[in-house]
Every structure is written in C-alpha cells, then in structure tokens.
C-alpha cells in the first residue's frame, strides 16, 4: 500500500456406517467440480459487492461528501491508454444516477478511443455535431442508457473537438444535468483532457498499478498545475477501482 500511495501524492452427521436406506435419503456429497464451481460462484458474488462499494465510495467522496453542489462537473483521464479509464467514469455515473440526487449525463470524449456505446449497448451517435447543425435543447442530442437518470452524449470524430465551438458544450450540458461526467483521451498523448478540464470544476486522474509509471504522473500533474486545472484526486485501478485520493 506504501508504494500506490507514494504515486497518488506524485499526481481501502452424524458418525459411523451408513445403512444403504440411510445412503438413499442422504443428498449425495457434491463432486469436486461442483464444489469448484460453488467456490467460483462465492468469488464472483464478493468481487461483485467489492466493485460496487468501491464506486459508491468514488461517489461519496467525489460528490456527495463535497457540499450539494460543490462538484458537478469532472473530467475522468488517464495518464496513458489500457487503463479502464473509460470503465471507471461509466460505472461512477451509474452509481451516482443510483442515488437519485439529480440527473447524470456521461461524455464520451475520448474520441480516438470511444469506449462508452459498447460499455452501454448503444448504438453510437453524432450527438455534438447534430446539437451544432440543429435547433433544440443539448439534451434533445443525448441518448438515454440503462440506468434511470442516466444520459450518454458524443462528440461524434476528433474533428469535433478542434472546429472552435466545442467550447460551448460543457455549459450547455451543465445547464441541463446535474451532473456532468467526461471520459477524456489520455493525457500523456492528447491534450484534450486539459482543455475540457477547463471547462468543469476539475479533473480525476485514473492510474493502473504496476503500469502507470512515476515520472509520468509528475510530469502530467505539472502540466494540470501549471494549467490551474483542479485535481479532484486520483483512482488507482488495481483491477478493482481503490478510493478516492485527494492529490
């Protein structure tokens, strides 16, 4: 644990014989495979409740422990690619459209990557590039997904991101949703992380253990300071998302 947080800084019967009457009535012993099985099933269901713990503690920390409506906004980014950043930024959105405390509309912005539609089974959608050539609300470019309360919205291609009016989303999106979560490209090889983050009331970096070099992290949390880019804290993926720290 010492060296995960050293890099968050840089950046929880009876006995006897059986007669053959008492054979026929006895439930057989299950067999060495099922007994495997049920221990796999037991594995399962406990990976499964620690997952969702963790993210509600992501959630906790992040957004409800902060003051209601302290934090509406955040970027989630990795510091290089392959490290579930964009699992971690779905999962937080629908443990946060879970509690009820407003609505939640998930970006995928990691354009060179989207990740989002296949995490959600939707189908992908222009949804910046027709809000841009069409009348109505940002809202009306969103995509209901699984969980109640929950919406997705796309920039569409990286060209969306350099045509001047991405600009204009973020605000647009923070006017209609409570809550605004963006999965960004990462940020050792895009810089569009940096200029959403911009936008929002800060930037969650998502690292993988025994992956997510040092050297790096300084180098990118120098570029979010120099920035003056908020960072909300850090996710260590190991593979189960570990708490929220505050860098």
């Known amino acids: 644990m010492s060296k995960n947080f050293e890099l968050m800084q840089e950046a929880r019967i009876r006995g006897g014989a059986l007669t053959m009457d008492e054979r026929h009535l006895r439930p057989a012993a299950p067999n060495r495979k099922a007994k495997a099985r049920v221990a796999e099933v037991h594995s399962e269901q406990q990976e499964t409740t620690a997952r969702r713990e963790e993210y509600l503690g992501l959630v906790q920390n992040l957004f409800l422990a902060r003051g209601e409506g302290s934090t509406r906004a955040v970027v989630f980014a990795g510091i290089d690619s392959g490290n579930a950043c964009s699992s971690i ?17 998930v970006v995928d912005a990691n354009l060179n990557s989207p990740a989002l539609p296949q995490l959600f089974g939707v189908s992908p959608h222009r ?5 841009l050539s069409r009348s109505g609300s940002i809202k009306d470019f969103t995509k209901p997904v699984r969980v109640e309360n929950l919406w997705l919205f796309l920039y569409g291609s990286p060209e969306d991101l350099n045509c001047g009016t991405m600009e204009m ?3 647009e ?3 209609e949703f409570d809550y605004v979560l963006i999965d960004s490209a990462p940020l050792n090889t895009h810089g569009d ?12 970096l998502v690292l993988e253990t025994n992956s997510t070099r040092r050297e790096a992290v300084a180098r990118v949390t ?3 300071h120099a920035a003056q880019i908020k960072i909300l804290g850090a996710v260590l993926n190991k593979p189960i998302p570990e708490a929220l720290y505050i860098v």
């Open 169 to 171: 989303s973020v605000p």
């Open 193 to 204: 992380g940096i200029t959403l983050a911009k936008l929002t009331d800060g930037l969650v």
């Open 127 to 131: 949804g910046f590039t027709s809000f």
């Open 222 to 224: 120098a570029s979010l």
């Open 173 to 175: 999106l923070r006017k």
């Open 89 to 105: 930024c779905a999962r937080v959105a629908e443990t946060l459209a879970e509690q009820r405390v407003g609505s939640v509309c």
